[in-house]
C-alpha cells in the first residue's frame, strides 16, 4: 500500500498561485500513476491532472488546463500540482491519489484507489 499527504492548500486571491504537495510512503513510490482530484460541497470529485508511471505522459482536464503543471520527484516521494491564475471557482478540497497499474496513460479516474485525506484550497474574489 501506499499513504498519501497533502499540503500547500489555503486562502489566495483570484490571479494568485498555490503548490500543493503530495507525499507518498509506504510501497515504492515510482511503481504508481499518480493524479490531484477535486470537490465542490453537492458536486462529484472530478480529476484535474494525472502522471502516468508506465509511459510518463501526462493529462490536464478543463477548467484548469493551462493554468496548473503537475510534477512528479521520485527522489522525494512526491507530485506536487502548481496551480496558476486561480479562479474563485477553482475553490475546492483537492486530493491527490494513486493507482499501481501497467495501463499506458493516466486519465483512469476511476481506477485510483488510493488516496489522501484532501487540502482545501479557496480563492477569494
Known amino acids: 500500500q501506499v499513504q498519501l499527504v497533502e499540503s500547500g492548500g489555503g486562502l489566495v486571491q483570484a490571479g494568485g498561485s498555490l503548490r500543493l504537495s503530495c507525499a507518498a510512503s509506504g510501497r515504492t513510490f515510482n511503481t504508481y500513476t499518480m493524479g490531484w482530484f477535486r470537490q465542490t460541497p453537492g458536486k462529484e470529485r472530478e480529476g484535474v491532472s494525472c502522471?502516468?508511471?508506465?509511459?510518463?505522459?501526462?493529462y490536464y482536464t478543463y477548467p484548469m488546463k493551462g493554468r496548473v503543471t503537475i510534477i512528479n520527484d521520485n527522489a522525494k516521494n512526491t507530485v506536487y500540482l502548481q496551480m496558476n491564475n486561480l479562479k474563485p471557482e477553482d475553490t475546492a478540497v483537492y486530493y491527490c491519489a494513486a493507482v499501481m497499474t501497467t495501463v499506458a496513460g493516466c486519465a483512469i479516474w476511476g481506477l485510483y484507489d488510493y488516496w489522501g485525506q484532501g487540502t482545501q484550497v479557496t480563492v477569494s474574489s
Open positions: 502522471i502516468s508511471i508506465t509511459d510518463g505522459s501526462t
